[in-house]
């Protein structure tokens, strides 16, 4: 089991004061006893608790379905499949993405691939980087009735029906029971069907079908990394709080949040980089909402100085320690700083469990319920009305133009435009863009909301806009890739705390994709996920601006980062 060393610096008299506080309230063993009370006692939180706490056990159940788990994996290997494509979105793709990244897949096991972008490129992408004849779809919903994944799963099904037939041999499904999904996989005659537990959510799935499935197809030892997660939750039922390393981080969080540092902080070694854009999702939705919230920040490129909003946290494998150096610079400073180390990657398992834990505990602290995220469906419903109106007339809804220069277009709603022009007659584009992160104050973050192909040249240079914003702001930065932020992030955005400043970006894409049956393209449903997502957002009067290219996205992610210069 993996290594954690805490050095609080200032916090350690509040952390004293709340470990003493969870002893005297027994906290923990409420936590295995199911007691909503401990987060939130009103009946209306009561039903949504008590309804998401299956995750406490999902290590025990998946370690009964080892053998069979194991079993169709040899089948699907056997039977020659060579790719495993995941048609997800959030909590349901996540996992399966950093497996991916981590583990890749173990030679004569299906390699794993993860779909969760409405991207027309991405789709496409995908597509041909497969074939089709020996590929196996997971279609991952928990309702079952996810937008982005009935189409995903729409254009996939067709594309293999009119290929070969039988298409349902290509498909498995894992979802709730009763849902739409197992329905259509019981008509279709899908290959297999993994219902999962009604009462674990998305966010809290890595370790039920949602994340072991996948783990299996791609020849993971599901074993260890299950033996590792149930040490971790064997661990995590101590009463006493200094042997529980996932009970403390739960701790951390929630009084460095209360402290007013609430830039979490993730840098993580090679190898085990990408488990922070899982533990983003997870932390963003479940503790941003009421106005509170703490704010992932991941990825970011490492710097010499930082506000006094941040605490981190350090993630590496034992053999690397590359970060040594930074690290203890950082604890120099007075930072509060948390120290992950991993004995080897199969310690992800218990890390997976650590911090679902460690989350609810952290809303224990918070005084909010974690299982929740009353937002999210704001911006669906809104994605839906931008739809029907182009079902009825064929168009996208227009927005109100602030600048255009040399193909690149920004929106803004007009209130916020003449904030932003303060006094001036008129902003060009760089003059625009430069007085929207500059409304930045002490304590706010900066998040770039990219609905374009997640490929390593647009990660790139997304990242040099990234750097480019905060350098001119000193700001915690974040990146998104939309619309897969919706079911994350997006919950954060519109529930937290009013400190963020929205860049969205959208792009013209050089090709498109139909999707069979429905009336509107993958083009069209992307940018209406992103128009929906505005509307949310500005809808609060929060610090919105949508970027949009019209010729190429790179020079276009280019420009825009040179404004900042």
Known sequence: MSHVRFQLGTLVSQVDASVQEFHSAQIISRIWKKDHSIWRTEDVHKKSILNRLGWLHSVELMQRHISELRAFAEEIKVDGFKHAVVLGMGGSSLCPDVCRATFGA?????????????????????????????????????????????????????????????????????????????????????????????DIGGRYSALSYFGVVPMALCGMDIGRILGSAAAMAEASRSPVLEKNSAAMMGIVMGEAWSAGRDKLTFVGSKGVETFGYWAEQLVAESTGKEGKGIVPVEGESLRGDYSKDRFFVFMRLRSDDSLA?????????????????????????????????????????????????PNVKESKDNTNRVIDEFRES????????????????????????????????????????????????????????????????????????????????????????????????????????????????????????????????FEVLKQAQAIGDYQSLASRSLRVVRVHFKKNIGEGLTRLAAAFS
């Open 106 to 198: 173990k030679k004569g096991y299906p390699e794993l691939l993860v779909l969760d972008s409405t991207n027309p490129v991405s789709v496409r992408r995908i597509e041909d980087a497969i074939d089709l004849e020996r590929t196996l779809f997971v279609v991952a919903s928990k309702s079952g009735g996810t937008t982005e994944t009935k189409m995903f799963y729409k254009y996939f099904y067709d594309k293999v029906e009119r290929k070969k037939g039988k298409a349902g041999q290509h498909f498995i499904a894992v979802t709730d029971a009763g849902t739409p999904m197992e329905e259509e996989a019981k008509l279709k005659k899908f290959r297999k069907i993994f219902l999962n537990p009604e």
């Open 325 to 373: 150096a930074f690290r203890q610079g950082v604890e120099a400073k007075g930072y509060p700083v948390v120290e992950i180390v991993l004995d080897d990657t199969y310690d992800l398992g218990g890390e997976f469990f650590r911090w679902e834990f460690a989350t609810a505990v952290a809303a224990v602290v918070m005084n909010i319920n974690p299982f929740d995220e």
């Open 394 to 521: 064929g168009m996208l809804p227009t927005q109100d133009l602030g600048a255009e220069e040399e193909g690149s277009k920004i929106f803004s709603e007009t209130s916020y435009r003449e904030r932003l022009l303060q006094g001036t007659a008129a902003l060009s584009f760089n003059g625009m863009i430069r007085s929207h992160v500059d409304q930045s104050v002490a304590g706010d973050y900066i998040a770039v909301l990219a609905y374009i192909d997640q490929n390593e040249d647009n990660f790139q240079k997304l990242q040099q806009l990234r750097q480019a914003i905060l350098a001119r702001t000193q700001r915690p930065t974040t990146i998104g890739f939309g619309p897969r932020y919706l079911h994350s992030t997006g919950q954060l955005h519109k529930g937290g705390p009013p400190k963020g400043i929205f860049v969205i970006i959208t792009a013209d894409e050089p090709a498109d994709e139909k999707i069979p049956g429905e009336p509107f393209t």
